[in-house]
């Protein structure tokens, strides 16, 4: 079997590939981390307010709506970007709005709720495994659908109008 000579100069082919792979891996992470750690800053207030978990649960048996939990962490980029760019979006407030009691729970703050308990808590027992997720949960907090990653307004807003449909929930 031939011995390979380290010494040897590598062709100028294999040189230019590595090159080439090297530059365009480099600019494929600048790009994902552009687009997804870029946070643009809101302007003005929020169209809606978050309701602290027990409180809406009970709003939600009252108005006959479904929870909105959006599970995130500080330090998620996309959670960071939806909170920042779908959650004030307009169209996507008033879907909200009509169907839905929207819960924001920070999956790693230990500090306890109205209803005594925590994000850590919640996280556990809708079994968050990435952020961010939202959970679509009946009165009683049974989940009946998820969703994970980030959303865009359309996407997002489209959803939710389609699982309010779904589970009879109209607009008053």
Known sequence: MAEIDAA????????????AFTLGAGAFLVWMLFTQLYVPTPS???????????????????????????????????CKKMDAVTFYDAKVAESIDAAFVPVQVDCESSRKGPGGLSGV???????????????IAKADG????????????????RKLD?????????AE
């Open 8 to 19: 040897a100069p590598r062709s100028a082919r294999k040189v230019w590939l590595e090159r």
């Open 44 to 78: 003005g207030p929020r169209p809606f307010q978050w309701v602290p978990y027990e409180e809406a649960l009970n709003q939600a048996a009252t108005q006959n709506k479904l929870l909105m939990i959006d599970f995130y962490a500080e330090w998620c980029g996309p």
């Open 121 to 135: 808590e919640l996280a556990d027992r809708y079994d968050i495994q990435s952020y961010p997720t939202i959970i």
């Open 142 to 157: 049974t989940p009946v659908e998820r969703m994970s990653g980030y959303r865009g307004p359309g996407s997002y807003r």
């Open 162 to 170: 389609r699982i309010a449909k779904k589970h009879g929930i109209v």
